[in-house]
């Protein structure tokens, strides 16, 4: 299992995950901690294997989910996406959906971030 903070500002970067891609196994969960106020956990739509339900934790809190499904998991904080506050996490080392993570509409500045994490797959 993995934790991902969910920080105001990490090195030079501002509104961000402590890690922006983590590899888990099927059947792991992922536990974001509100470290900093304001952020939360969103599934970006179309950013997620099919048959995977919508996700969308409450803003100021934790939150956890278990991966039963293999494949790419595209996530940003719904307050600030367009500041290029997003992740992905890999389940079963899948990425077999890679295509549709692609066409995502990805907003502001997590297009460039988008990108970067997509070339590092």
Do not use: R
């Amino acid at each position: 299992d993995q934790t991902i903070e969910m920080l105001n500002k990490l090195g030079k970067e501002h509104m961000v995950y402590s890690q922006k891609i983590v590899n888990i196994e099927v059947g792991d969960s992922v536990f974001w901690k509100s470290t900093t106020a304001g952020h939360n956990v969103e599934f970006i739509k179309g950013g997620v294997p099919e048959g995977v339900q919508k996700f969308k934790s409450k803003i100021n809190k934790d939150a956890q989910y278990k991966f039963e499904i293999p494949g790419i998991y595209a996530y940003w904080c719904t307050p600030h996406k367009g500041m290029g506050m997003i992740g992905f996490v890999i389940v079963g080392n899948d990425k077999s959906n890679l295509e549709s993570i692609k066409k995502i509409k990805y907003l502001g500045k997590s297009k460039k971030v988008a990108q970067e994490l997509i070339g590092s797959l």
